[in-house]
């Protein structure tokens, strides 16, 4: 059965440093999602992307945030300047469609740690 | 926005119990989706259930969404079930947003 990859599983960071969260969708989606989750808290939404460009975000993606789907497989989410309160773990997600009968499919997250 | 309530915010069950978990939601949605956090933190799809009733062996699914409620329903639990349990759901205004509620931790004893 297809899923949603990420890579790496878990990063380490130091504080200031730029990371780069890969995703590989489901090769037939069309609409790709970061969400993310801080220790213990509810998952957030991040940002959606359809046709190469940004569809909705939310007021946690600042400028520090940017998303690109660089060829035809991967998305990634990248970092330019990790602060401490950027330890979560962020989730990728795509879905076929969106709107009505857009279920998304999650990765299993990659766990970023910022010291 | 949508707001996204979870009942109960925990739950300890002995082995073999019945459970039903709750998520109300505050306005018209496209989407709503039942989800397992395991203990690894992998966010694992239960049910994708806009509206009516879903089935997947111990588990099951309404979405009553004219009263825009779900209820999960969980079967003679069994330890493995425990876990955090999220509702999210996408608001119908397709902007492809899923809302995640604050989740339901469940602990199964044996």
């Known amino acids: 059965e297809p899923e949603v990859t990420q890579t790496p599983s878990h990063q380490v960071t130091q504080m200031g440093q730029e990371v780069i969260l890969r995703c590989v969708p489901i090769?037939?989606?069309?609409?790709f999602y970061w969400y993310r989750q801080i220790l213990g808290q509810k998952v957030e939404f991040l940002v959606s992307?359809?046709?190469?460009?940004?569809?909705?975000k939310s007021e946690i993606f600042d400028d520090q945030f940017s998303v690109e789907r660089p060829d035809g497989s991967n998305f990634t989410l990248k970092i330019r300047s990790t602060k401490l309160e950027d330890s979560a773990m962020y989730f990728c997600?795509?879905?076929?469609?969106?709107?009505?009968?857009?279920?998304?499919?999650f990765g299993p997250g990659t766990r970023l740690t910022v010291l | 926005g949508i707001q996204v309530e979870q009942s109960p915010p925990d739950l300890i069950l002995q082995e073999g119990a019945n459970s039903t978990l709750r998520c109300n939601f505050s306005?018209?949605?496209?989407?709503l989706q039942w989800f397992h956090q395991n203990p690894w933190g992998q966010l694992i799809n239960l049910f994708y259930?806009?509206?009516g009733t879903k089935q997947n062996g111990r588990l099951s699914a309404t979405t009553v969404a004219t009263e825009r409620y779900s209820l999960l329903y969980i079967s003679s639990s069994q330890t493995t079930d425990s876990g955090v349990y999220f509702c999210?759901?996408?608001?119908?205004?397709?902007?492809?947003?899923?809302?995640f509620g604050a989740g339901t931790r469940l602990t199964v004893k044996p």
């Open positions: 999210a759901v996408e608001r119908k205004r397709n902007n492809n947003d899923m809302r």
């Open positions: 259930i806009p509206s």
């Open positions: 306005d018209s949605v496209n989407n």
């Open positions: 090769s037939n989606h069309l609409y």
């Open positions: 997600a795509s879905s076929e469609v969106g709107g009505h009968y857009n279920e998304q499919f």
């Open positions: 992307f359809y046709n190469n460009e940004i569809s909705e």
